[in-house]
C-alpha cells in the first residue's frame, strides 16, 4: 500500500511541475544546437559576401539606372543647370519663361500685388489648346498653363531662371507717372475755347 501510494504521489509532483524555461539566448535560435557549426559557417560566408569590392569605380548613382547624367557622376564637368537634376520634367529646358511685374488693379485695392516679381511659363502654340465643347470654356493641355513663381526682386527672378537653365526675357513695367494738381490749376487762363461744363 505505501509502495503504490509513494508511486501515485511523485507522478502528480511530475505532472503539476512548472515548465522549465531556457534561456534566452536558446530560445530565439532558429536552428538546433546539433547545427550551430554548419550556420556559423553559412553567416560567415554571407558576410564575406556582402563586403562589396572598394577598389571599383565610384559613379555616386543610386542605381543603375539613375537619371544622373554620366558627366555629373564623373565630375567632368562643374556647371550644370539644376534643372536637370530636380526632377522637373526634361521639356520644361526648351520652354520660354517671362519675368514681369504685374500691374496694380483699378480698384481701390492695395499695392501689395504690384511689389513684386512674377515669372510665368510661356503659352505654348496651336495643339495645346483648344475650346471645350460641352461650356465653351478655353481648355489647356498644358501643365505649366496657370504655374507662376513670385520673387522679392527683378534680379532674384533671374538668378532663378539661370540657375535652372531656363531661357527667359523680361518685361519691363510701365511706370505710372503721378503729377500732383491743385485745385486753382482748374481756373486757369487758357487760349482755348471756354468749355461749358452743363449740369444737366
Not at 539566448?25 to 550556420?39: D, M, N
Not at 577598389?55 to 539606372?65: E, G, I
Not at 530636380?86 to 499695392?111: C, F, H, N, W
Amino acid at each position: 500500500m505505501a509502495s503504490l501510494r509513494t508511486t501515485a504521489l511523485a507522478a502528480r509532483f511530475v505532472r503539476s511541475a512548472p515548465p522549465r524555461i531556457l534561456p534566452a539566448t536558446r530560445r530565439f535560435q532558429s536552428h538546433s544546437s546539433s547545427g550551430g557549426e554548419l550556420a556559423t559557417q553559412d553567416s560567415t560566408l554571407e558576410l564575406e559576401a556582402h563586403k562589396g569590392d572598394h577598389t571599383v569605380t565610384v559613379d555616386k548613382a543610386t542605381s543603375n539606372f539613375s537619371s544622373v547624367p554620366k558627366h555629373v557622376q564623373d565630375g567632368s564637368e562643374d556647371v550644370l543647370p539644376a534643372g536637370l537634376l530636380s526632377g522637373a520634367p526634361i521639356d520644361l529646358q526648351a520652354r520660354t519663361v517671362r519675368i514681369y511685374q504685374p500691374a496694380k488693379p483699378a480698384t481701390q485695392s492695395g499695392e501689395q500685388s504690384g511689389s513684386r516679381w512674377r515669372m510665368d511659363w510661356d503659352v505654348m502654340p496651336k495643339g495645346h489648346r483648344w475650346e471645350n465643347q460641352l461650356m465653351g470654356w478655353q481648355s489647356s493641355a498644358d501643365p505649366m498653363q496657370g504655374t507662376h513663381v513670385y520673387f522679392k526682386s527683378k534680379e532674384d527672378a533671374i538668378n532663378f531662371a539661370e540657375k535652372q537653365g531656363y531661357e527667359y526675357f523680361v518685361q519691363e513695367h510701365n511706370q505710372r507717372a503721378f503729377t500732383p494738381k491743385a485745385y486753382a490749376n482748374n481756373f486757369l487762363y487758357t487760349a482755348n475755347k471756354l468749355k461749358i461744363v452743363r449740369t444737366k
